[in-house]
């Protein structure tokens, strides 16, 4: 039973007029305007029932779905669903819920619809057997099978919401949330689309709340309709009592979300992250032979500035030229490991476009999925792009090639150092996803903090060139480690103290 109790919630929007004055004056004062979403929202659901939930944009039925599905906390008021109260118990309590977002897609992109279903599976710990029978089920139903091995870019809309109201029910949810699940389709697909939750409510008594501005899906679906407008429940009864026109507000309701409780959980299905990013980053050949190519010109490119530099007065430089060669060369070979600015786009773009609404419904920590997925897309790009950069630089002219490790020992302390340094460089990332998350906004955290980092880690010069005050502060601060360690050890440029304070 879904139980909303004097519910309220309001939003804090800065104001400025056009202008560039304006903008200037907005630096030093902001003026702020409160949007009251919800004001006063009680209700009550039985197991089961199926509703509508409807109102004109900007009402507060987008708020009211996202406090009852844990990723909204409402500022008062009080919400249960089974004795559950969702925004303080979210990993447990969005195991039992299904949420369609018509707008949005729960599927990944570029990976066939079944990959997406297998990662589903592992997310919310679904039995195998129960599994294998609601896909039987659903694909039947849905008619799924002539497309299940296509990746969900090539799909119609028509295709690509079955899946989505498919990926929505995997798991045999208690309740179902349905946002615009019709908007884009054609007749014969919301023909479709309605018959089958129709179906779905009656055999499994899942409850079933509908918001959509398509009064055909309420009429074929819903005999309870809640009517809502400027945030106050206008209506609570049959469609027969409603008057189309009496919804309230235009104003749209900003898309906040609320940080995530903290909650133990699986592993397993973070490792399946690793694995799907991983794979999906060898799918891109072209971006990597384009990669490599670079990466090589520019690499020779440095040396040959180094090598003018230490003919004029080889004596000067803390590292051989050897070494700095080897430096240059192993940098470029694992540039995609220790590159701030190799950040994932499509982290940024789920923030942006409110996907991470999904991400949120589900019983996973969003921390561990990013941490996971950029590992992935790293360790992928490298792969691909390492081996012909190594082979390459090691068989140039001497001063100029790659040498070979100082000894077996530099080479098991490079690796160790090669993949600390990796985890050290994604955690820094994932302070930039974090921040996102919290202003929507990357690009002058992203700016400034790729900026500093690259030039901190020794990513333009070596650290060892560095005048000795600015080395002895660099060296307290982590950026060191995300690539000069594990580079120096490798060259021989370290020495075993050094090896030891670092």
Same mark, same amino acid.
């Given at each position: 039973?879904?139980?909303?109790?004097?519910?309220?919630?309001?939003?804090?929007?800065?104001?400025?007029?056009?202008?560039?004055?304006?903008?200037?004056?907005?630096?030093?004062?902001?003026?702020?305007?409160?949007?009251?979403?919800?004001?006063?929202?009680?209700?009550?659901?039985?197991?089961?029932?199926?509703?509508?939930?409807?109102?004109?944009?900007?009402?507060?039925?987008?708020?009211?779905?996202?406090?009852?599905?844990?990723?909204?906390?409402?500022?008062?008021? @009080?919400?249960? @669903?089974?004795?559950?109260?969702?925004?303080?118990?979210?990993? =447990?309590?969005?195991? %039992?819920?299904?949420?369609?977002?018509?707008?949005?897609?729960? &599927?990944?992109?570029?990976?066939?619809?079944?990959?997406?279903?297998?990662?589903?599976?592992?997310?919310?710990?679904?039995?195998?057997?129960?599994? $294998?029978?609601?896909?039987?089920?659903?694909?039947?139903?849905?008619?799924?099978?002539?497309?299940?091995?296509?990746?969900?870019?090539?799909?119609?809309?028509? =295709?690509?919401?079955?899946?989505?109201?498919?990926?929505?029910?995997?798991?045999?949810?208690?309740?179902?949330?349905?946002?615009?699940?019709?908007?884009?389709?054609?007749?014969?697909?919301?023909?479709? @689309?309605?018959?089958?939750?129709?179906?779905?409510?009656?055999?499994?008594?899942?409850?079933?709340?509908?918001?959509?501005?398509?009064?055909?899906?309420?009429?074929?679906?819903?005999?309870?309709?809640?009517?809502?407008?400027?945030?106050?429940?206008?209506?609570?009864?049959?469609?027969?009592?409603?008057?189309?026109?009496?919804?309230?507000?235009?104003?749209?309701?900003?898309?906040?979300?609320?940080?995530?409780?903290?909650?133990?959980?699986?592993?397993?299905?973070?490792?399946?992250?690793?694995?799907?990013?991983?794979?999906?980053?060898?799918?891109?050949?072209?971006?990597?032979?384009?990669?490599?190519?670079?990466?090589?010109?520019?690499?020779?490119? %440095?040396?040959?500035?180094?090598?003018?530099?230490?003919?004029?007065?080889? %004596?000067?430089?803390?590292?051989?030229?050897?070494?700095?060669?080897?430096? @240059?060369?192993?940098?470029?070979?694992?540039?995609?490991?220790?590159?701030?600015?190799?950040? %994932?786009?499509?982290?940024?773009?789920?923030?942006?476009?409110?996907?991470?609404?999904?991400?949120?419904?589900?019983?996973?920590?969003?921390?561990?999925?990013?941490?996971?997925?950029?590992?992935?897309?790293?360790?992928?790009?490298?792969?691909?792009?390492?081996?012909?950069?190594?082979?390459?630089?090691?068989?140039?002219?001497?001063?100029?090639?790659?040498?070979?490790?100082?000894?077996?020992? $530099?080479?098991?302390?490079?690796?160790?150092?090669?993949?600390?340094?990796?985890?050290?460089?994604?955690?820094?990332?994932?302070?930039?996803?974090?921040?996102?998350?919290?202003?929507?906004?990357? =690009?002058?955290?992203?700016?400034?903090?790729?900026?500093?980092?690259?030039?901190?880690?020794?990513?333009?010069?070596?650290?060892?060139?560095?005048?000795?005050?600015?080395?002895?502060?660099?060296?307290? &601060?982590?950026?060191?480690?995300? =690539?000069?360690?594990?580079?120096?050890?490798?060259?021989?440029?370290?020495?075993?103290?050094?090896?030891?304070?670092?």
């Amino acid at each position: 039973m879904i139980t909303m109790e004097h519910v309220c919630k309001a939003y804090r929007i800065a104001k400025r007029n056009a202008g560039f004055g304006e903008a200037c004056k907005a630096l030093f004062h902001r003026e702020y305007e409160v949007i009251h979403a919800l004001s006063d929202v009680s209700f009550t659901i039985r197991d089961g029932e199926m509703v509508g939930y409807i109102g004109s944009n900007g009402a507060g039925k987008s708020s009211t779905i996202k406090i009852i599905s844990g990723i909204l906390t409402p500022d008062s008021g @009080v919400v249960t @669903v089974d004795g559950r109260i969702p925004y303080k118990e979210r990993m =447990q309590y969005v195991k %039992e819920i299904g949420v369609v977002f018509g707008q949005r897609s729960q &599927l990944w992109w570029d990976v066939p619809v079944i990959d997406s279903f297998e990662l589903l599976r592992d997310i919310y710990a679904i039995p195998k057997e129960t599994y $294998h029978n609601n896909l039987e089920e659903l694909t039947e139903l849905l008619n799924l099978k002539e497309f299940l091995s296509s990746p969900v870019r090539q799909l119609s809309l028509g =295709q690509r919401m079955r899946c989505e109201i498919a990926a929505s029910l995997l798991h045999s949810p208690k309740i179902l949330f349905l946002d615009e699940p019709t908007i884009g389709l054609d007749a014969v697909s919301k023909i479709a @689309v309605r018959e089958f939750i129709q179906k779905q409510n009656e055999i499994h008594k899942t409850t079933v709340i509908l918001t959509t501005h398509d009064m055909q899906d309420i009429e074929a679906l819903s005999k309870r309709i809640i009517l809502i407008g400027k945030g106050r429940i206008l209506l609570d009864g049959t469609l027969e009592d409603i008057k189309i026109g009496d919804a309230g507000i235009d104003e749209t309701v900003p898309n906040f979300t609320a940080p995530m409780t903290s909650s133990e959980v699986s592993m397993k299905k973070y490792l399946f992250f690793f694995r799907l990013r991983f794979t999906m980053g060898l799918q891109y050949r072209a971006a990597a032979l384009a990669g490599i190519a670079t990466q090589f010109a520019w690499g020779f490119l %440095e040396i040959l500035v180094f090598r003018s530099f230490y003919r004029a007065e080889p %004596e000067m430089f803390p590292m051989t030229m050897s070494a700095t060669a080897s430096y @240059v060369w192993m940098q470029q070979a694992f540039l995609a490991l220790f590159a701030t600015w190799m950040m %994932e786009n499509d982290i940024f773009e789920t923030i942006a476009n409110g996907n991470i609404s999904y991400s949120l419904c589900r019983p996973i920590k969003i921390y561990h999925m990013w941490f996971s997925q950029s590992t992935a897309t790293r360790v992928s790009r490298a792969v691909l792009r390492c081996f012909p950069i190594l082979i390459f630089a090691a068989f140039l002219p001497e001063n100029y090639r790659m040498a070979k490790p100082a000894s077996a020992l $530099h080479f098991s302390l490079f690796v160790i150092t090669l993949i600390l340094g990796l985890l050290v460089t994604v955690a820094f990332s994932m302070l930039v996803y974090i921040l996102t998350f919290y202003t929507i906004s990357p =690009q002058g955290v992203r700016i400034v903090f790729t900026s500093m980092v690259e030039f901190f880690a020794g990513a333009v010069i070596p650290l060892p060139f560095f005048p000795a005050n600015w080395q002895r502060v660099l060296e307290i &601060l982590p950026f060191a480690s995300m =690539q000069n360690v594990a580079l120096r050890i490798y060259s021989g440029s370290m020495t075993a103290a050094e090896m030891v304070c670092f």
